[in-house]
């Protein structure tokens, strides 16, 4: 029997994540030290590092956020044969139907009975006033 080759996860060099959480770091800096200014010297210069400090981290949980939700569409994507797969084929496991037929909502009938006729205009309501 032929196995599945499992499709390869693509993964950011480690530099690219670097860089990114560098970039997040340096705009933090940026911000942290224009708050700062409003407290003279000593308030630019703490302002840069905690502004750093939070800018790489909110980097560092965008990427790993970002990196959960791509393994889970390379999951689901998997699942439903998207990748290495055919979609809508049957799972070989899977029971016959009973009836060849399709269900009642895929052959486009409802549950209104047919002596059930509403009409979708609805009634003519008179102007406001002259009730």
Do not use: C, F, Y
Request: negative net charge.
């Amino acid at each position: 029997m032929k196995t599945r080759k499992q499709p390869k996860k693509p993964r950011k060099s480690a530099t690219a994540r670097h860089l990114m959480e560098a970039g997040g770091g340096v705009v933090g800096a940026i911000g942290g030290a224009g708050l700062g200014v409003l407290a003279g010297p000593p308030g630019v210069a703490a302002g840069a590092v905690i502004g750093a400090a939070a800018g790489t981290l909110a980097a560092w949980a965008m990427d790993a956020e970002n990196a959960e939700a791509a393994a889970i569409d390379r999951e689901l994507d998997r699942e439903i044969g998207v990748d290495g797969g055919d979609i809508g084929v049957a799972d070989a496991n899977q029971a016959e139907g009973t009836v060849n037929a399709p269900s009642l909502e895929a052959a486009g009938a409802s549950n209104a009975r047919s002596d059930d006729t509403i009409s979708s205009e609805g009634p003519i309501t008179p102007p406001p006033g002259e009730r």
